[in-house]
């Protein structure tokens, strides 16, 4: 692991005060989440990205259950199904770009999902054999590729300048919370509709997300003209400029690889938390627990809500440096922690009745304390990755300078979706080949010392 300590030209970079931060900032109340959800146009985007988004997290559970019931509880069999959700978006993300240059949005968006409503609907065919199923979340995903930049490119034609903060704010906002639902919503899907028939929701999902963006009157800001387009060549150009730019600021540098370690972490966790559902939450029903182990990454999610909040609310004067390491060490302890999950006794359990609600019958579920303890620690976890990101984030945003914004976190997002198959690859064959609980281990224990050994330094450096 590359060492992620500050460098000299971090301590230059000095924060504006609050006060001013607060006179100059366009996100007041007066044009916050309510004034431009009254934009009609603007709302029949974010209701298409909500159900949308949604779509997308119970398609990655669903496809997990599908290959626990039908083809083993391998956890490399589930990160071969990361990957393959992962690939389209290194490899097409030029593609996508320069199409989108020339596509009208609107009818874009609305391809997308129907797109996604119809392959999602053939899952029955692919499902017959492994290969058929990474085949087909690498089409979903590739479709996917196209939707996100056309999603992201028309808020600009949809709302006033100045209401840009607040429109971008809302949409992460909605991603962060779709992490929660999405994962959340899986579940009962599946319990709802049965495992065999659940791809018929999520058609819906896609479909009515579809006619949400019917609905949205989509005007480009002005005309694309031919010599303004890009083209693939010319985004592999601003790629290098990035990477060059990037290279030479050493601030920007080492918040990437802060970055891009924390990216890991949550992809590794994301596939060892089937392993842990599996074996320690549902042990004698392995192909349940790979159904259930979303619960865990929603947990977390809310995690990072919750971190969010008090990163915002209550720690934007604390020093950047002590809320990353400090990130980092609550992670690696957690981990930890995380790992002795086994020793709680499994027949400790919360009796949870059943429910009828309309024609849908909810099942009585017995909540087990090894399943609090885990989702209590998952939730710390998020609360550690917030720590980590928003201050990354902050001060990749102010060192970067305003020309190179698009060309950095160009890089940024093609490093994240490379960067992630190895430690998908690292999690998944050490939970098969060593055991979950010692691969935490391996995880946990060099973050512990990397967030100590930061937060001990005597060069205190201010961010």
Avoid at 385 to 392: D, G, K, S
Wanted: hydrophobic share 50%; proline share 4%.
């Amino acid at each position: 692991m590359p060492m992620l300590t500050e460098t000299k030209d971090e301590a230059e970079i000095e924060e504006p005060s609050m006060q001013e931060n607060t006179k100059t900032s366009p996100f007041n109340k007066s044009e916050g989440y309510r004034a431009i959800l009254k934009n009609k146009d603007f709302l029949s985007l974010w209701l298409g990205q909500v159900f949308s988004q949604l779509a997308d997290r119970v398609i990655f559970v669903v496809f997990v259950a599908v290959i626990a019931s039908s083809f083993g509880t391998s956890t490399t069999l589930q990160s071969y199904l990361y990957i393959a959700f992962t690939i389209p978006a290194v490899l097409l993300t030029a593609m996508a770009g320069v199409f989108i240059d020339r596509w009208n949005k609107k009818y874009t968006l609305i391809a997308t999902n129907i797109l996604r409503a119809i392959l999602i609907a053939l899952l029955p065919l692919f499902s017959g054999t492994l290969f058929g199923l990474y085949v087909l979340a690498f089409l979903v995903s590739s479709v996917t590729q196209f939707f996100v930049p056309a999603e992201a490119s028309s808020i600009p034609a949809l709302v006033k300048k100045y209401q840009l903060l607040a429109a971008n704010s809302l949409f992460t906002t909605t991603m962060m919370g779709s992490l929660i639902f999405g994962f959340i919503l899986g579940d009962p899907l599946i319990n709802i509709f049965g495992l065999n028939s659940v791809h018929w929701g999520i058609a819906g999902l896609f479909i009515i997300s579809a006619i949400f963006l019917s609905f949205m009157k989509y005007q480009p800001i002005e005309e694309v003209t031919c010599a303004s387009r890009k083209t693939v060549r010319g985004f592999i150009n601003e790629l290098k400029q990035g990477f060059i730019y990037i290279k030479n600021n050493p601030v920007i540098f080492q918040a990437m690889l802060k970055l891009a370690t924390l990216f890991s972490i949550i992809v590794m966790l994301s596939i060892l938390s089937i392993s842990i559902s599996q074996e320690e939450l549902y042990p004698g029903n392995p192909a349940l627990g790979a159904q259930k182990f979303a619960y865990i990454i929603a947990f977390s999610g809310f995690g990072m809500v919750i971190g969010s909040f008090i990163v915002g609310k209550f720690l934007r004067n604390v020093n950047k440096y002590l809320s990353i390491f400090s990130g980092f060490t609550i992670i690696g302890i957690n981990l930890v922690l995380l790992s002795t999950v086994g020793l709680i006794p499994n027949h400790l359990c919360i009796n949870i009745p059943g429910y009828d609600f309309v024609q849908i019958h909810l099942a009585p579920f017995l909540l087990t304390y090894r399943m609090i303890f885990t989702y209590a620690v998952a939730s710390l976890i998020g609360l550690g990755a917030a720590l980590i990101a928003i201050p990354v984030q902050t001060i990749i945003h102010s060192s970067v300078a305003e020309d190179m914004r698009g060309k950095v976190f160009g890089v940024q997002f093609t490093m994240l979706s490379t960067s992630s198959t190895l430690p998908v690859l690292f999690a998944a064959f050490g939970a098969d080949m060593i055991g979950v609980i010692n691969t935490l281990i391996i995880i946990g224990v060099p973050l512990i010392f990397l967030g100590i050994y930061g937060l001990t330094r005597k060069k205190v450096v201010s961010y």
